[in-house]
């Protein structure tokens, strides 16, 4: 078999509980549901991070995001940095293996000259780099009022470095049009491909064209414009697909979909001035959200589909990671995952042959929060449920294959093994902030994030 091809579809602040295929009863995702069934579903798939950018850092260089260089939400105006160019992504990777590569979507790993898609390895790129846009002026709005370099707006959409005008159009469309243009280009040449489709649906603003919105007419409004604008990502992802069989390409595509972290309760979601939490995105069973390190935060949907290789309708439960696509993408396509510094692990063995990964712990880090699974077993250091709140408690333990929602606080009951579990975790922060103090404190390096 020649070199596989790669897909990689992220979405952006999508609930655990938001596929049809994850449980949602209230709106259907039949492609993404038909793509788990035809390949494997994740039930324990995990972001590296509960915010964007630093998910995002993790996924495309199979590192924490801390030893990639990006630990926040970066901001959106054009000399912000990101991610350094000295952090190999796959995309730098794969190209020295030959590949064509491909990015339309989502950026937000920087916008300053050295932190753009094209010096991390992509050919063509085409998309938005700050962290949200307006579906149809493409224009970014968040820094507005807030003092330094992003205060005004700025029009956001380019494709290789050259900016594009294309006011009107709804953005999600936008990229699955780009998408399908680039694999027709990629299947007129003799080599493989990577394509990465990073949709920024459904983050706010929440837009979704009249013709969606109208198939969920029953369901209020914050539930309605939830399922539109997933309903836009679903086709969007059944187009890409259908293509990829089109072009002769699918037994040697491998496809990857998840979220980014956990659903936004940001009150910007409204967009009627109403101050309440937002709770139009859902987590399923899971405690938490987006910022926070409990499940609903990090605990995202992941489906794999290679109709060559991986065999269908596996249902996966052991812990992983958006970290662990790097080395399984690159290994898979003949690189060498031994000779670089990666934090994830290759998957394949357990996708082609059930061979169940080795127990490890996983790590995540939040502002003044920590977090570690091993096993059955998550210990949370300072969790938040709500962001700028003092913590829920200080140390937090649960077994998740007894209590999927972290209700109940083990810690008291199983004094050795928090103790343990958080030194452990304790240990690794402390590494990840000496590193970063050494290495990408933008203080010390004199770059631009706010």
Known sequence: MSAPNFIIFLTDDQGYGDLSCMGCADFRTPRLDRMARDGA??????SNSPVCSPSRAALLTGRYPGNAGVRSILAGHRTASGLPRS???????????????YMTGKWHLGLAESSRPHQHGFDRWYGFMAGCI???????????????????PTHDLWEDGVEQWQDGEYFTEMITAKALAYLRD??????????????NAPHYPMHAPRSYMDRFADLPWDRQVMAAMLAAVDDSVGAILDEVERLG???????????DNGPSRETRNWLDGTLDPYYGGSAGKLKGHKFSLYEGGIRVPGLIHWPGRIPAGQILDQPCAAMDIFPTFLNAAGGDIASGEIDGIDLMPYLTGGQVPPERAIFWEM????????GNWKLVLNGQLVEGAPPENAVHLCDLSRDIGERDNLGDAHPDLTAELQAAA????????????????????????H
């Open 41 to 46: 579903r994740f039930t324990d798939w995990y």
């Open 87 to 101: 952090t190999p992504t796959l995309a730098t990777q794969l190209k020295q293996l030959d590949y064509q590569t």
């Open 134 to 152: 307006d579906y149809y002026s493409h224009i970014f709005y968040w820094g507005m009022n807030n003092p330094g370099p992003g205060i005004n």
């Open 186 to 199: 990629a299947a007129k040449e003799d080599r493989p491909f990577f394509l990465y489709v990073p949709y």
């Open 249 to 259: 390409l699918a037994d040697n595509t491998c496809s990857f979909f998840m979220a």
């Open 367 to 374: 502002g003044d929060q920590t977090a570690v699974r091993r």
């Open 426 to 449: 304790q240990t690794w922060r402390q590494g990840i902030e000496a590193r970063w103090d050494r290495e990408y404190s933008p203080q010390k390096q004199g770059t631009v994030t």
